[in-house]
């Protein structure tokens, strides 16, 4: 089988048995990340990557995979919130188990989350990143009635503009690169932002974006957190000046007694243009690392590469 790993010689496609058990996906799409593009900054690892992905069972049923084993036995887990169980970052396919960079890959069944009828398997790699954005808009309380502003035009941005409009709200896009406007344009963002938002989602997770989101919130407003900080960030006295809420969000959980990664399924289906606007580069697996390439050049104009056995 082939698999994708960071090696000494870099990003590349090796021969692999994969490892797990439960049943088996045959990988129809598995797209990166930049969690990915982190990894592999810490040199070579004997696992899979890619936690992005879908595929099909043994019977030809189509599934996203969601890529957190959860204990299920801890109090955190019981109260319904798999993603705070202390073990679940160190069971996640792609980052501590094999991944989807794969021809095929092997997963607990309940991880396997079967598509809504109107969603392509082909497509189903974006419902990890958009399942992401929606738990961060679900904890910054975003409703019907929000006037919201996403920072930041990668995938995580461009799939919470998605998100919120599904909600009936209103959403502008602040992003620097012009693909990335034009992406939040298609998705029906308004691209000429304001100030005073109720509620601001950080979606690009540098000290800058943090900074223009606290400046574009209103007085007693949310920032919601959707990025992953891999550097520290400070905040300012404009944070405490104008008692904006900030509040994190990681990966994804319940909400209302509702699974958020099948909630982003369901969206998935009702966006259909999501991912033509989002998935911009479209590999064969053995160019594994010309698409990681492509994946960290900011000035490629490539938002989301997605590879396909």
């Known amino acids: 089988m082939r698999a994708v790993r960071s090696t000494g010689d870099g990003v590349g496609v ?35 990557l890619g936690h992005e992905f879908s595929g099909r069972l043994d019977d030809g049923t189509p599934v996203a995979v969601l ?5 299920g036995r801890c109090e ?47 497509d189903a790699c974006l419902v990890e990143p958009l399942a992401v954005a929606v738990h961060g808009i679900h904890r910054a309380g975003v409703t019907a009635g929000s006037r919201v502003l996403v920072v930041g035009g990668g995938p995580i941005g461009l799939c919470a503009v998605a998100v919120v409009r599904s909600l009936g709200a209103d959403v502008d896009l602040l992003a620097r690169h012009q ?13 000429a932002p304001g100030d005073g938002y109720d509620v601001v989602l950080e979606a690009a997770g540098t000290q800058q974006a943090v900074d223009t989101a606290i400046e574009r919130c ?52 009702r966006h259909p243009d999501l991912p033509g606007a989002v998935i911009t580069h479209h590999f064969p697996l053995e160019d594994a690392t010309e698409a990681f390439r492509l994946a960290a050049d900011r000035d490629s104009g490539a938002i989301k590469v997605a590879l396909h056995p």
């Open 76 to 122: 955190r887990c019981r109260a319904g919130q798999e993603h705070q169980c202390p073990s679940a970052f160190g069971s996640m396919y792609g980052i501590s188990l094999d991944g989807g960079l794969a021809d095929e890959a092997w997963v607990v069944p309940a991880c396997a989350k079967v598509l809504p009828d109107r969603v392509p398997v082909e």
């Open 14 to 48: 090796v021969s692999a048995h994969p490892s797990g058990d439960g049943v088996r996906v045959a990988v129809a799409s598995s797209s990166i990340c930049g969690t990915d593009l982190h990894l592999i900054g810490f040199g070579p690892s004997a696992v899979t």
């Open 67 to 71: 890529p957190r084993v959860a204990c």
């Open 218 to 269: 209103r007085p007693g407003g949310t920032v919601g957190v959707l990025s992953t900080f891999w550097e520290p960030v400070r905040l300012g006295v404009g944070f405490q000046i104008k008692e904006v809420t900030l509040v994190p969000a990681f990966t994804y959980g319940h909400h209302h007694g509702g699974c958020e990664f099948e909630e982003a399924a369901a969206i998935l289906g």
């Open 179 to 191: 693909s990335r406007i034009e992406a939040g344009e298609r998705l029906g963002a308004g691209t």
